[in-house]
Structures are given as structure tokens and as C-alpha cells.
């Protein structure tokens, strides 16, 4: 068995595509923010259903159900991307319904942006599984989540501005960030669970400026 869990794509289908052909994993699992942002969704989107992968729903994920259900009527951007996925690739938002907060991938716990530090995925809110990126407020002189973390191996995404983080724990990999901001002109980073290493190609281009 081999798993390769993958940091946010953001409609990056090519360089998605270039790190599966890569792995060849028997599992795929996503980190979420999948569609937004990026050039090709209706591309991750085929990727997803060729590989049956599974993907933990982000922050941007749920703005696009929030669009589609009418929450949102001032965001263009995501009602100008439901009506392109509703119209090139239906099924790709019902689809997001299915998409739980956090999963699991071999020892690791999977979630787009945070945990509770007690790593509990019943004492965490749902706006930290989405959006959380230090606790307990995210205020900028918080510290990130991860510094108080005290929970079992996880893997996130979410925070491009950080990059690869790696924490280990007993000489093992333990706290495990993700998101290489392949959509700003960076790199799309897996881990290969089984064998306990990234793999990372670079994007292709930049396709909007990294958020402040
Ligand atoms: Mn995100």
C-alpha cells in the first residue's frame, strides 16, 4: 500500500497530475482548496474521480458550497467558478458535500488547516479545520496551532506563507504542513505516508500573488 497525501492544488491540475504520475500511489488523498484560484479545477476535478481520492474540505472548498447555496452573493469569484464547474464538470460541487473536516492516513490525522491541541477532531470547531491558522484566535501575536499541538501525527495545509513545516516527535515526522503554494509560483508537495518523505514539483507558473 502506498498513500500520498498532497497539499493544496488550487486548480493546479498539471502539477497534481505530474506528482501522482510521479508516486503512483495507491491512495490519494487531498488536503483540500482544490478548485479555486488556479487554472484548471475541471482538470483536478477529472484527477480526483480517475483516482478515487479522498479530500478533506478547505476554506475555499466551502466558500463554493456557500455560493452555490445563495450565502454569497457579492463573492463573483466563486459564483463565476460554481457556474463553470456546473457547467464543464457537474458533480464536481455536490461532490464537495461528501468531503469531511479530517480524515485519516495511515498513523497520520489529515485536515485542511488545524486541530484543537489536544489533536481531538470532536473538541475542534469547524472554522479551525477550515480556516484556523494560530491559536485560538488567529491574532497575529498568537502562536501558530501547531506550537501548542500536543495531539497524534497530523498532516495540514492552508498556510502557504509558512511552506513545508515539519515537526518531529520521538525521531519521527509528526506535525506535518503541506501547502508549498504551488498556485503563487511555488511547488505542489505530497507525503508518501508508507515511506515517510515529501515529494515536491514545481509549479508551472504563478497564477495570482500569495495573500498578505
Ligand atoms: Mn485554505
Redesign the pocket.
Known amino acids: 500500500m502506498s498513500t500520498l497525501v498532497v497539499g493544496?492544488v488550487h486548480g493546479c491540475a498539471e502539477e497534481l497530475a505530474e506528482l501522482v504520475e510521479r508516486v503512483s500511489p495507491e491512495r490519494l488523498v487531498l488536503v483540500g482548496?482544490v478548485y479555486t484560484k488556479g487554472p484548471d479545477p475541471v482538470g483536478v476535478f477529472r484527477i480526483i474521480q480517475e483516482r478515487r481520492a479522498a479530500v478533506v474540505r478547505?476554506?475555499?472548498d466551502q466558500r463554493l458550497l456557500d455560493a452555490r447555496a445563495g450565502e454569497r452573493p457579492e463573492d463573483d469569484r466563486a459564483l463565476g467558478l460554481c457556474a463553470r464547474l456546473e457547467r464543464e464538470a457537474p458533480g464536481a460541487l455536490p461532490a464537495i458535500e461528501d468531503w469531511p473536516l479530517w480524515s485519516r492516513a495511515g498513523r497520520y490525522l489529515v485536515t485542511?488547516?488545524a486541530l484543537h491541541p489536544s489533536g481531538d477532531p470532536s473538541k475542534t470547531a469547524p472554522g479551525t479545520h477550515l480556516t484556523l491558522r494560530r491559536w485560538p484566535s488567529d491574532r497575529p501575536d498568537d502562536p501558530f496551532w501547531y506550537e501548542l499541538y500536543e495531539g497524534p501525527p497530523v498532516i495540514f495545509?492552508?498556510d502557504a506563507r509558512r511552506g513545508f513545516v515539519r515537526r518531529d516527535r520521538e525521531g519521527q515526522p509528526w506535525i506535518l504542513g503541506l501547502d508549498t503554494g504551488c498556485v503563487y509560483g511555488g511547488q505542489l508537495t505530497g507525503w508518501i505516508v508508507e515511506e515517510e518523505r515529501a515529494v515536491s514539483v514545481p509549479a508551472r507558473r504563478a497564477w495570482c500573488p500569495i495573500p498578505g
Do not use: E, F, R
Open positions: 493544496d482548496d478547505g476554506n475555499h485542511h488547516a495545509g492552508h
